[in-house]
């Protein structure tokens, strides 16, 4: 039996030419992070999830940040609207996915935009950060379609980063990772942990006390372990060089 879903999209040939926002521009080598890419896979697939692949979509190339498109909750999948319209031709492979993976379909609709990234679940509580690539309508949207889920949806502003889950993420216990710096941290509602890496507040539960992490974190790593979990490392450094972190290269679907 599987922990469930795990949809992944492989980086194109184009990957070196995605967006970057609030850092500078760096080679990317894209035969490296095809590499990364495959030993992430498998990870997921090592932690018991059941990887599929959406279906390419190489003239875009931040696609393989396949968590921007669709936001995943309890048996409904809310197609975004990304903040960057370049990204949006991404969607009909992220639709055609979790049609195929059996989940209800709504959508984030003009004038609101909407990344996947800005979407942290801790619990009911459903933390939206609100900044350069999410807007209210965004927001409101997504408050709409998930009160069917009983579900909270909380803003959060953001200051000089690219998504809220490039800020902060919650250990499996729901302890808040951060570096608060980057967000309105007290719109939360309840306390974090400051971490002294930059990729040591994004993380990924992947079912039991298995953390997913980024091998450019190893004191969190260790802190991780230190609180009772069992950190999963992966090299994700090309991607890094693109403001991209472990959350945003997969959409977690879990097992009814």
Avoid: N
């Avoid at 049609?99 to 990234?117: C, F, M, N, S, Y």
């Amino acid at each position: 039996m599987t922990r469930g879903i795990a949809l992944v999209r492989r980086p194109g040939d184009r990957l070196a030419d995605g967006l970057v926002t609030h850092i500078e521009r760096s080679d990317v080598d894209v035969a490296l992070a095809r590499r990364q890419h495959a030993a992430y896979r498998a990870a997921l697939a090592d932690a018991g999830w059941q990887v599929r692949e959406v279906d390419p979509a190489d003239q875009c190339p931040d696609a393989v940040f396949v968590e921007d498109t669709v936001v995943v909750c309890d048996g409904l999948a809310v197609l975004s609207r990304p903040g960057a319209p370049e990204r949006r031709p991404e969607l009909p492979g992220a639709e055609k996915a979790v049609r195929e993976a059996g989940l209800e379909v709504v959508r984030v609709e003009v004038p609101g935009t909407l990344d996947g990234g800005d979407v942290l679940q801790v619990g009911t509580t459903v933390y939206v950060g609100r900044g350069g690539r999410t807007d209210d309508a965004g927001v409101d949207q997504l408050r709409a379609h998930l009160a069917s889920r009983g579900r909270t949806v909380v803003p959060v502003p953001l200051r000089e980063v690219l998504h809220l889950k490039s800020a902060v993420t919650a250990l499996p216990d729901g302890t808040l990772l951060a570096l608060p710096d980057l967000f309105d941290a007290d719109a939360l509602g309840r306390p974090v942990r400051a971490v002294d890496e930059e990729a040591g507040c994004h993380v990924v539960p992947l079912g039991d006390d298995l953390v997913l992490l980024a091998a450019s974190a190893p004191r969190t790593a260790a802190l991780v372990a230190e609180l009772g979990f069992t950190p999963v490392v992966v090299d994700i450094s090309e991607y890094e060089k693109l403001e991209g972190c472990v959350t945003c290269l997969s959409v977690l679907i879990p097992a009814p």
